[in-house]
C-alpha cells in the first residue's frame, strides 16, 4: 500500500496568515493527489484534485502544488472559515489512502 | 443534483454484522464506483474499499478483507456495506462517496452512518 504521510499533525495560525501543508508519498503517485477539508461533524469537502485543480466553488485562496512523491496544500491569507481537518488522499492505486490529517487551529 | 443518501445510525453488539445503505440520486448509478470510508471517533478517514454498480466488482482494503461485503441494487440506486464480526473498534462513522465526473477524487459524499459497537 502507499503510504500518505502529512505534516504538521497540527498548527496554530491567525486570521489572514499563508498556511502550507505537505504531503509524502511512499512511492511515486504522478499527479494523483486530492485535498479535502473536514470539519466537525460534517462529510469531508473536496478541495483540491489531481494535485492542483480547484473544485469548483472552493475559494481560489486554496492551491496546490508538487508531483511524484511531494505535495503540498496552501492556503494564502487564512480565513475564519478555514479552521478546520485537512487530509490528503492519493487515487493513483488502491486501496486509495489517506493522510493522517492535519488540524489548523486559530492562534 | 447528486445526493448520496446514508441509512440511519445502529448500535451493535461485538460479533454482530451491520448493514449500511448508500441511495445514490442525480446522476446514472451505474455510471461510478461507489466508495466507503470510516473515520472512528476522533481519529482520520480510512478507505474501505468500492463497489462497482455496474458489474458488481469489488476491491476492498486489505484491513477488511473477509470481514466486508460491498453489494449494490440497481433498482434501487442502492450500494451496501455490511461488515461482519462486528468489534468495539469498527465503532465509526461510515460514508459512502463518488468520484468526480471525469477525475479520481471524492467529490460526493453521503452524511455519514453512525455504527457503535458496544455490549
Known amino acids: 500500500d502507499v503510504q500518505m504521510t502529512q505534516s504538521p499533525s497540527s498548527l496554530s495560525a491567525s486570521i489572514g496568515d499563508r498556511v502550507t501543508i505537505s504531503c509524502r508519498a511512499s512511492?511515486?503517485?504522478?499527479?494523483?493527489l486530492n485535498w479535502y477539508q473536514q470539519k466537525p461533524g460534517k462529510a469531508p469537502k473536496l478541495l483540491i484534485y489531481?494535485?492542483?485543480s480547484l473544485q469548483s466553488g472552493v475559494p481560489s485562496r486554496f492551491s496546490g502544488s508538487g508531483s511524484g512523491t511531494d505535495f503540498a496544500l496552501t492556503i494564502t491569507s487564512l480565513q475564519p472559515e478555514d479552521f478546520a481537518t485537512y487530509y490528503c488522499?492519493?487515487?493513483?492505486?488502491?486501496?486509495?489512502?489517506f493522510g493522517q490529517g492535519t488540524k489548523v487551529e486559530i492562534k | 443534483q447528486v445526493q448520496l443518501v446514508q441509512s440511519g445510525a445502529e448500535v451493535k453488539k461485538p460479533g454482530a454484522s451491520v448493514k449500511v445503505s448508500c441511495e445514490a440520486s442525480?446522476?446514472?448509478?451505474?455510471?461510478?464506483?461507489v466508495h466507503w470510508v470510516r473515520q472512528a471517533p476522533g481519529q482520520g478517514l480510512e478507505w474501505m474499499g468500492w463497489?462497482?454498480?455496474?458489474?458488481?466488482?469489488?476491491d476492498y482494503a486489505q484491513n477488511f478483507q473477509g470481514r466486508v461485503t460491498m453489494t449494490r441494487d440497481t433498482s434501487l440506486s442502492t450500494a451496501y456495506m455490511e461488515l461482519s464480526r462486528l468489534r468495539s473498534d469498527d465503532t465509526a462513522v461510515y460514508y459512502c462517496?463518488?468520484?468526480?465526473?471525469?477525475?479520481?477524487?471524492?467529490?460526493?459524499w453521503g452524511q455519514g452512518s453512525l455504527v457503535t459497537v458496544s455490549s
Open positions: 462517496a463518488r468520484d468526480g465526473p471525469s477525475y479520481t477524487a471524492l467529490t460526493y
Open positions: 442525480g446522476y446514472t448509478f451505474t455510471g461510478y464506483y
Open positions: 463497489i462497482d454498480p455496474s458489474s458488481g466488482g469489488t
Open positions: 512511492q511515486s503517485i504522478s499527479k494523483y
Open positions: 489531481a494535485t492542483s
Open positions: 488522499q492519493q487515487s493513483y492505486i488502491a486501496p486509495r489512502t
